[in-house]
């Protein structure tokens, strides 16, 4: 069984920095992309960032210059390295990841985390 399992969020001041981790678990053959989402209450879950296997990436225009996704792929793991937040980057933050496992051999599917909540306020 596959989990995606977020850490890191919390309570920040504007301008702040917060480092979001995503440690993905179980029998695992091969991660594809990766990617963090948000969702602020009262709107719907939008793309954050999305890193590739091979390590390329794109970022939502609000974020762009911000954040910074990355990972390591010997611990299947993927961060999000978040600076200058704002309020408006309130919201709760969800990992999300293709790929696959000994039930799905060569086809991919899509998982989510469960989401950690981060937010900025004075």
């Known amino acids: 069984q596959v989990q995606l399992v977020e850490s890191g969020g919390g309570l920040v001041q504007p301008e702040g920095s917060l480092r979001l981790s995503c440690a993905a678990s179980?029998?695992?053959?091969?991660?594809?992309?990766m990617a963090w989402y948000r969702q602020a209450p009262g709107k719907q879950r939008e793309l954050v960032a999305v890193i590739t296997s091979g390590g390329s990436t794109n970022y939502a225009d609000s974020v762009k210059g911000r954040f910074t996704i990355s990972r390591d792929n010997a611990k299947n793991t993927v961060y999000l390295q978040m600076s200058s937040l704002k309020p408006e980057d309130t919201a709760v933050y969800y990992c999300?990841?293709?790929?696959?496992?000994?039930?799905?051999?060569?086809?991919?599917?899509?998982?989510w985390g469960k989401g950690t909540l981060v937010t900025v306020s004075s």
């Open positions: 179980g029998s695992i053959f091969r991660i594809y992309a």
């Open positions: 999300n990841a293709d790929l696959t496992t000994a039930v799905t051999g060569n086809f991919p599917m899509n998982y």
